[in-house]
């Protein structure tokens, strides 16, 4: 199986890096990747206050970087390993 190995420089700006992220997963499977692998904080790099903000439920279909890493996988039919984002968990601390 063909595999790409992504690298980005996050910021702190989710929609941007998943713009950049989705144009490196388009590249990689133009390529030839049937595997690709994003780095871990691809969705965000930024203060803790922010991960907090942006942080997701596993599952949830309206979560907008799950929802993106969805839509790359059936765009570009690949699979994605995300290198993780900020999850919610039940525990507020």
Not at 10 to 26: F, I, K, M, T, W
Not at 37 to 47: K, V
Not at 68 to 82: D, F, G, K
Request: hydrophobic share 45%; net charge negative; charged share 25%.
């Amino acid at each position: 199986m063909p595999v790409a190995v992504v690298q980005l420089s996050s910021q702190d700006s989710v929609p941007d890096n998943l713009a950049r992220a989705e144009a490196l997963v388009g590249r990689a499977a133009r390529a030839g990747a049937r595997l690709v692998l994003l780095p871990e904080n691809f969705a965000y790099m930024g203060p803790e206050s922010g991960k907090r903000a942006i942080a997701e439920r596993l599952g949830d279909d309206g979560a907008p970087i799950q929802s993106a890493l969805a839509a790359m996988t059936r765009l570009e039919r690949v699979t994605i390993a995300a290198g993780g984002f900020p999850e919610r968990t039940g525990d507020p601390g």
